[in-house]
Nanobody
Framework: QVQLVESGGGLVQPGGSLRLSCAASRSILTFNTMGWYRQAPGKEREWVAFITSGGRTNYPDSVKGRFTISKNNAENTVYLQMNSLKPEDTALYYC?????????WGKGTLVTVSS
């Protein structure tokens, strides 16, 4: 059973930064892709970043230029650096990993952007 554990969420002022971490219970090289999703209250879960096993990244327009996904294969950890945070970035952020079509999810870490 794969476990993904997120950390790094918290309360931050608009314009601030946070770095989220996702620690996997096995080598992240076994996953085809890893990514981050978020779900705000009353809204559907949406994708915010992904990274392939080869290191290719992609982002939706809503976070492009502000969020950066990266990974440390030796530490089996994926990161999401979030800069220039906006109130609309407030959400529960989930780590996702996909291996041969099977998705795995963490339990989420809460990010609140408010003054």
């Amino acid at each position: 059973q794969v476990q993904l554990v997120e950390s790094g969420g918290g309360l931050v002022q608009p314009g601030g930064s946070l770095r989220l971490s996702c620690a996997a219970s096995r080598s992240i090289l076994t996953f085809n892709t890893m990514g981050w999703y978020r779900q705000a209250p009353g809204k559907e879960r949406e994708w915010v970043a992904f990274i392939t096993s080869g290191g290719r990244t992609n982002y939706p327009d809503s976070v492009k230029g502000r969020f950066t996904i990266s990974k440390n294969n030796a530490e089996n950890t994926v990161y999401l650096q979030m800069n220039s945070l906006k109130p609309e970035d407030t959400a529960l952020y989930y780590c996702n990993a996909v291996s041969t079509g099977m998705p795995y999810w963490g339990k989420g870490t809460l990010v609140t952007v408010s003054s």
